[in-house]
C-alpha cells in the first residue's frame, strides 16, 4: 500500500500484513514452485527434504507476502528465502548418512538408460565437489536460467562475481567430469 507522507507529500511502501493476498502475486509464486523445487533438489540432493525446503520457503513467503515490495522481483525474493532457508539448516544439521539413491533407482532399469544414469551420477558428485559459492550460481544459471542480474540479487552479490564464480565454476565441472582435479587447470 502507498501511503502520501502529510510533510512531504512523498509515496512511503507500507506493509500491511492484514491485507488480503493478490490473486495474481500467488498465482506467480505457484508458477515458480518447479524451479524452487529443481534448485532445492540440486542443493541437498535429497528429494523429500528438498521438498521440506520448499514448502517451509512457500509457507515464509505467504506468511510474509506483505513485506514482499510489488514491482520487485518476486522470483529472486523466493529463491532468496529458499536458499537462506537452506543456509540456516546446514548450519543446524548435524550429518546425515544417506544410501545410495541411484542403486536403489537401477534395480531393474533398462540397460540402455545405464549410461545416462552413470554421467547423472557423476554430474551430481561433481556438483557436490565444487565449492558451495560456485555450486549456487552454477545451479541458479545453469539449471534454473536464471539472469545473471536475478542471481546477483538472490546471492546477495554484484554482476562480476556472479560471472566469475561462474566461469570458475564451469571450468571445475569440466575437469572433474572429465576425471582431473579442478586444480590441474593452470589457464586460470
Known amino acids: 500500500m502507498l501511503d502520501a507522507d ?3 507529500g512523498d509515496g512511503e511502501f507500507i506493509p500491511d500484513p492484514n491485507a ?7 498465482a506467480q509464486i505457484e508458477a515458480e514452485i518447479p524451479r524452487l ?10 528429494a523429500t527434504l528438498a521438498d521440506d525446503l520448499v514448502q517451509e520457503c512457500l509457507e515464509r513467503a505467504l506468511s510474509r507476502l506483505h513485506l514482499w515490495r510489488p ?5 529472486a525474493w523466493l529463491f532468496t528465502i529458499l536458499r537462506n532457508l ?4 546446514v ?4 550429518p546425515v548418512v544417506d544410501i545410495d539413491a541411484e542403486a536403489q533407482a537401477a534395480i531393474g532399469a533398462a540397460p540402455g538408460s545405464q549410461f545416462v544414469r552413470l554421467e547423472l551420477r557423476d554430474l551430481r558428485r561433481a556438483l557436490g565437489l565444487l565449492p558451495n559459492e560456485q555450486r549456487e550460481v ?6 534454473e536460467g536464471i539472469s545473471y542480474g536475478e542471481a546477483a540479487d538472490i546471492l546477495g552479490i554484484s554482476i562480476g562475481t556472479v560471472k566469475s564464480r561462474l566461469s570458475r565454476g564451469r571450468r571445475a565441472l569440466r575437469a572433474l567430469m572429465e576425471g582431473r582435479s579442478p586444480s590441474d587447470d593452470t589457464d586460470a
Open 71 to 75: 514491482g520487485s522481483n518476486l522470483r
Open 91 to 94: 548450519r543446524r544439521r548435524q
Open 86 to 89: 537452506h543456509i540456516n539448516g
Open 138 to 143: 552454477v545451479l541458479l544459471i545453469g539449471l
Open 20 to 26: 488480503p493476498p493478490d490473486p495474481e502475486v500467488i
Open 6 to 8: 502529510p510533510e512531504t
Open 37 to 46: 523445487r529443481r534448485f532445492a533438489r540440486a542443493m541437498v540432493r535429497d
